[in-house]
């Protein structure tokens, strides 16, 4: 069953995540299945396309983040948090940074060389599920 899925920029391939932690890349104008990969043990629940749409960037329910090179069908990165991961964003110009938002952990930034930066907030204590996002041009962090 499938959890999520994300179109490319140009809307001609869907990927889609599921339950049993594998990632189908459907090609939209052939209407066939133009890759799949075992790419996580838990269900993916979030997908995100770099904006070349040559990365797929997939998080999932077994705290592990993977960037996959579509072309390749290969695992390109892994990065393992200490919860699971709600969702993840790549930045919207830069291929190298993404956002992730673990359940129970603040959002954070990661620049895939392996930099980390943990998204501060103004607000003290309160919910830790938070739910962030890139505005278009990545200049900004939105969260709710």
């Not at 072309?71 to 190298?96: A, M, N, W």
Request: glycine share 8%.
């Amino acid at each position: 069953m499938t959890l999520t899925c994300a179109f490319n920029r140009h809307g001609s391939l869907l990927a889609a995540g599921s339950t049993d932690g594998r990632i189908v890349i459907f090609d939209v104008i052939t209407r066939g299945i133009a890759r799949h990969f075992q790419a996580h043990v838990h269900p993916v629940c979030s997908l995100s396309w770099s904006r070349n749409g040559f990365l797929l960037l997939s998080g999932s329910m077994d705290w592990t983040i993977s960037v996959w090179e579509v072309l390749k069908g290969e695992c390109l990165y892994k990065y393992r948090f200490p919860s699971p991961i709600l969702r993840v964003q790549f930045h919207p110009i830069e291929t190298d940074v993404f956002l992730v938002c673990p359940m129970k952990l603040r959002p954070v930034v990661v620049k895939i060389n392996g930099d980390q930066k943990h998204i501060n907030f103004d607000e003290e204590g309160g919910e830790q599920n938070i739910f962030a996002s890139f505005d278009r041009l990545g200049n900004r962090i939105f969260y709710w």
